[in-house]
């Protein structure tokens, strides 16, 4: 137990100069140890000999800090880009990250070894002069799903279809206990996002299109995440991405994505009244920090939108906690160097830089912008109260290391059962001619097949193992292939799984097909088709050709084109990326009954994106809709 240092006094401290720093370290040890024999006799006893300098306050600590401390802890690093672990100490950083597939040893690995690679890292921030710890972010955005073995929820737009808000937050607090069990205390979640064109590739990072339904699950998720209030056992939340990243023009996304990063060319009515209530119902259940988007609203980035990040996140919102940019987001603005769009988004409000590489560039940008004036000291010394005021909340300058009771837990049965009520609840059924409920009764066959019916991987989606997911087994979980087979153990019901050879000789009373999109993430799922695909529309055809009850299950971020294919089937459920549960859809089909509702419109065609409530088109599909026949 590493106890917060009484403060022995206040020493001068010389510029941070790195280079110099094992020999100021070694000056300033004989410093402390002289100044403590001096004044040991004037202080309260301390719990034990002050290892180092340390601080015991935000505010003790900022009279303590260089400015290139303060820069440090203004700075984020990407695991993968620590090129010397020694550089965490002696430039002080604030916070390492490890983005999408960002593992011990590139994607995936163990809960204990995520614990000890985060442990190891905070081992060298205790080292920096001062001995601030890190505090380590991940995006933990639907379980833990870095992690192997961890649990996998559905996605936002799944849990959107719950609208259950008590659900949402228990969902985060198991994540939260899975992301503890491997040392981290900071998530990139909640997405508040409102995905407003369903052509967007992140659409199912959100909960839906309508922000009374996102704002509750949206503090829902918060409290889940860091509890009644922030303590050792918190995660801190994320409201992301700040703001209107779902509001943007179809063909203006940037990066080389087509809507995705793209301009929200929207009135600020618009904006306040579609895009920030999220942000209110957040910043209100306390929410300890805010990404921003790397979108523009008006031709303008939001990295370096001022008006967004000071006057109305910080100002009219009142938020406390501290914002951090996106993955290299800064590096987006056009200024004409990158010291100068580190001034630009320090002083646009932005708190933390997610570098995530160039970290002594970083420092030295804000260090030479305070320097030449073009960043106010005051700016800085706000950005580090907030960061170090969420480290003190947090408790991690007395508990730095992984909660190891955590690290059992994680992918046990009973997060695994949450995880199966939300799959049951996040279930959308829009077509049902009483091909359902299926019975367990009786003695009949069931065929299955499609491209999901057995792949994991197509099940999760995205942000699962690796940044983009992947096919097949790529972690501990339950296909639907094998969850019918559970659940017809012991029954006179014989099921056959064809996968994708659907044109094989083969009869069966039930045909269930399941199947839909491929995973992808962030830009590279942007679509101008929606199409729901040749393969998934003849295997479905082929299926349902030759059985007297057909049922399919759509697994997919977000509405696909799918008139031509409810002729085909008795029944059509919306399954959305369901996670490593697969149980819970079976559960369903055999009776537990449908309670989800569209968090989305459906189009038509995609010719109607975007389509949203309200906005006098007549979807496929309503938002809301759900049929509940049993
Ligand atoms: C990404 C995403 C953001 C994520 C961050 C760190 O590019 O936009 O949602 O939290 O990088 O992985």
């Given at each position: 137990m590493?106890?917060?240092l009484?403060t022995?006094?206040?020493?001068?401290?010389?510029?941070?100069?790195?280079?110099?720093?094992?020999?100021?370290r070694?000056l300033?040890?004989?410093?402390?140890?002289?100044?403590?024999?001096?004044?040991?006799s004037?202080?309260?006893?301390?719990?034990?000999?002050?290892a180092?300098?340390?601080?015991?306050?935000?505010?003790?600590?900022?009279?303590?800090?260089?400015?290139?401390?303060?820069?440090?802890?203004?700075?984020?690093?990407?695991?993968?880009?620590?090129?010397?672990?020694?550089?965490?100490a002696?430039?002080?950083?604030?916070s390492?990250?490890?983005?999408?597939?960002?593992?011990?040893?590139?994607?995936?690995?163990?809960?204990?070894?995520?614990?000890d690679?985060?442990?190891?890292y905070?081992?060298?921030?205790?080292?920096s002069?001062?001995?601030i710890?890190?505090?380590?972010?991940?995006?933990?955005?639907?379980?833990?799903?870095?992690?192997q073995?961890?649990?996998?929820?559905?996605?936002?737009?799944g849990?959107?279809?719950?609208?259950?808000?008590?659900?949402?937050?228990?969902?985060?607090?198991?994540?939260?206990?899975e992301?503890?069990?491997?040392?981290?205390?900071?998530?990139?979640a909640?997405?508040?996002?409102?995905?407003?064109?369903?052509?967007?590739?992140?659409?199912?990072?959100?909960?839906?299109?309508?922000?009374?339904?996102?704002?509750?699950?949206?503090?829902?998720a918060?409290?889940?995440?860091?509890?009644?209030?922030?303590?050792?056992?918190?995660?801190?939340?994320?409201?992301?991405?700040?703001?209107?990243?779902g509001?943007?023009?179809?063909?203006?996304?940037?990066?080389?994505?087509?809507?995705?990063?793209?301009?929200?060319?929207?009135?600020?009515?618009?904006?306040?009244?579609?895009?920030?209530?999220?942000?209110?119902?957040?910043?209100?259940?306390?929410?300890?920090?805010?990404?921003?988007?790397?979108?523009?609203?008006?031709?303008?980035?939001?990295?370096?939108?001022?008006?967004l990040?000071?006057?109305?996140?910080?100002?009219?919102?009142?938020?406390?906690?501290?914002?951090?940019?996106?993955?290299?987001g800064?590096?987006?603005?056009s200024?004409?160097?990158?010291?100068?769009?580190?001034a630009?988004?320090?002083?646009?409000?932005?708190d933390?830089?997610?570098?995530?590489d160039?970290?002594?560039?970083?420092?030295?940008?804000?260090?030479?912008?305070?320097?030449?004036?073009?960043?106010?000291?005051?700016?800085?010394?706000d950005?580090?109260?907030?960061?170090l005021?969420?480290?003190?909340?947090?408790?991690?300058?007395?508990?730095p290391?992984?909660?190891r009771?955590?690290?059992?837990?994680?992918?046990?049965?009973?997060?695994?059962?949450?995880?199966?009520?939300?799959?049951?609840e996040?279930?959308?059924?829009?077509?049902?001619?009483?091909?359902?409920?299926?019975?367990?009764?009786?003695?009949?066959?069931?065929?299955?097949?499609?491209?999901?019916?057995?792949?994991?991987?197509y099940?999760?989606?995205?942000?699962?193992?690796?940044?983009?997911?992947?096919?097949?087994?790529?972690?501990?979980?339950?296909?639907?292939?094998?969850?019918?087979?559970?659940?017809?153990?012991?029954?006179g019901?014989?099921?056959?799984?064809v996968?994708?050879?659907?044109?094989?000789?083969?009869?069966?009373?039930?045909?269930?097909?399941?199947?839909?999109?491929?995973?992808?993430?962030?830009?590279?799922?942007?679509?101008?088709?929606?199409?729901?695909?040749s393969?998934?529309?003849?295997?479905?055809?082929?299926?349902?050709?030759?059985?007297?009850?057909?049922?399919?299950i759509?697994?997919?971020?977000r509405?696909?084109?799918?008139?031509?294919?409810?002729?085909?089937?008795?029944?059509?459920?919306?399954?959305?990326?369901?996670?490593?549960?697969a149980?819970?859809?079976t559960?369903?089909?055999?009776?537990?009954?449908?309670?989800?509702k569209?968090?989305?419109?459906?189009?038509?065609?995609?010719?109607?994106?975007?389509?949203n409530?309200?906005?006098?088109?007549?979807?496929?599909?309503?938002?809301?809709y759900?049929?509940?026949?049993?």
């Open positions: 590493r106890h917060v009484s022995p006094i206040d020493l001068p401290t010389p510029a941070a100069s790195p280079a110099s720093g094992r020999v100021r070694s300033l040890t004989l410093a402390v140890t002289a100044a403590t024999v001096l004044t040991a004037l202080l309260p006893p301390t719990p034990q000999a002050a180092a300098a340390g601080c015991i306050s935000t505010a003790d600590c900022l009279a303590k800090m260089t400015l290139a401390e303060k820069a440090g802890q203004m700075t984020q690093v990407a695991n993968s880009y620590v090129s010397n672990k020694n550089d965490i002696t430039y002080g950083l604030g390492v990250l490890s983005g999408g597939g960002g593992g011990p040893n590139g994607a995936g690995g163990t809960a204990t070894q995520w614990a690679m985060v442990d190891d905070q081992s060298y921030a205790l080292k002069r001062l001995g710890p890190l505090i380590y972010g991940v995006d933990a955005v639907h379980g833990h799903n870095n992690v073995g961890a649990v996998l929820f559905p996605h936002h737009i849990m959107g279809a719950t609208r259950d808000a008590a659900l949402v937050q228990q969902v985060e607090d198991v994540t939260r206990q992301v503890l069990g491997t040392g981290i205390h900071w998530t990139f909640p997405c508040v996002c409102v995905p407003r064109d369903d052509r967007w590739g992140r659409t199912y990072e959100g909960y839906g299109e309508d922000p009374s339904v996102v704002g509750p699950l949206a503090q829902a918060v409290a889940g995440f860091q509890g009644p209030s922030l303590g050792t056992n918190s995660v801190l939340a994320t409201a992301k991405h700040f703001i209107a990243d509001g943007t023009t179809f063909g203006t996304g940037s990066s080389g994505y087509l809507i995705d990063q793209g301009d929200a060319r929207i009135s600020e009515t618009e904006l306040r009244a579609v895009h920030l209530p999220p942000y209110t119902s957040a910043v209100n259940g306390g929410a300890g920090s805010v990404m921003i988007s790397y979108s523009s609203w008006n031709g303008v980035k939001d990295h370096g939108n001022a008006h990040i000071t006057d109305i996140l910080k100002g009219e919102l009142g938020f406390k906690g501290f914002v951090v940019s996106d993955w290299a800064v590096k987006q603005l200024d004409a160097t990158y010291a100068d769009q580190v630009h988004a320090v002083n646009a409000g932005i933390m830089i997610m570098v995530p160039d970290y002594v560039g970083t420092i030295n940008a804000i260090v030479n912008g305070v320097n030449s004036g073009k960043i106010p000291l005051a700016r800085v010394n950005a580090v109260t907030r960061i005021n969420a480290k003190f909340a947090l408790d991690l300058f007395n508990h290391y992984t909660d009771t955590y690290t059992a837990q994680v992918g046990s049965a009973a997060h695994r059962a949450v995880a199966r009520q939300a799959v049951r996040s279930l959308v059924l829009l077509k049902n001619n009483g091909a359902l409920p299926l019975s367990k009764t009786g003695t009949y066959k069931i065929v299955v097949g499609g491209k999901s019916v057995d792949n994991l991987g099940q999760l989606g995205g942000w699962s193992i690796s940044w983009q997911g992947g096919s097949g087994a790529t972690t501990t979980g339950t296909t639907f292939w094998q969850a019918l087979q559970q659940a017809t153990a012991g029954t019901i014989t099921v056959q799984n996968g994708t050879r659907t044109k094989g000789p083969y009869t069966a009373d039930v045909g269930i097909w399941v199947g839909g999109e491929t995973p992808y993430a962030e830009g590279k799922g942007d679509s101008s088709t929606l199409a729901f695909g393969d998934n529309s003849s295997q479905l055809s082929d299926i349902c050709s030759r059985v007297t009850v057909c049922i399919a759509l697994y997919s971020g509405p696909l084109v799918i008139k031509d294919q409810l002729p085909k089937v008795g029944a059509f459920v919306a399954g959305w990326l369901p996670g490593t549960e149980q819970g859809i559960d369903v089909l055999f009776g537990s009954g449908f309670i989800g569209l968090p989305v419109s459906w189009p038509n065609a995609v010719t109607d994106e975007p389509i409530s309200g906005d006098g088109k007549t979807p496929l599909f309503p938002l809301g759900g049929l509940t026949p049993y």
